[in-house]
């Protein structure tokens, strides 16, 4: 089990910025993918953002493309994803996620959940 803890969720007007962080333990975020998902109300769970090992490559839903920005610091063993521009459809639980599958292990590493909430 990989613990990932977010924080950094809150609410905000349109048009506002936040910041997520995921604290992993150490050397996670050389050895997974990580992921960012977000999950409305009576929504499936749908894909954010995500960045590579080394950071160098990054994937985002196109719905956030654009405003979002996904970032990691191995130093702090922590990933973060920088929020521009929110728009009340982007009001959801956000969830870390850590990808191991590309060496061996399982996508089902997911932290407890931040809440991010836009205001009209």
């Known amino acids: 089990q990989v613990q990932l803890v977010e924080s950094g969720g809150g609410l905000v007007q349109t048009g506002g910025s936040l910041r997520l962080s995921c604290k992993a333990p150490?050397?996670?975020?050389?050895?997974?993918?990580m992921k960012w998902f977000r999950q409305a109300p009576g929504k499936e769970r749908e894909f954010v953002a995500g960045?590579?090992?080394?950071?160098?490559?990054?994937s985002y839903a196109d719905a956030v493309k654009g405003r979002f920005t996904i970032s990691a610091d191995n130093v702090q063993n922590t990933v973060y994803l920088q929020m521009n521009l929110l728009k009340p459809e982007d009001t959801a639980v956000y969830y870390c996620?850590?990808?191991?599958?590309?060496?061996?292990?399982?996508?089902?590493?997911w932290g407890q959940g931040t809440q991010v909430t836009v205001s009209s």
């Open positions: 150490p050397r996670t975020l050389s050895a997974y993918v």
């Open positions: 960045i590579s090992w080394n950071g160098r490559s990054t």
């Open positions: 996620n850590a990808d191991g599958r590309a060496r061996g292990g399982s996508a089902d590493h």
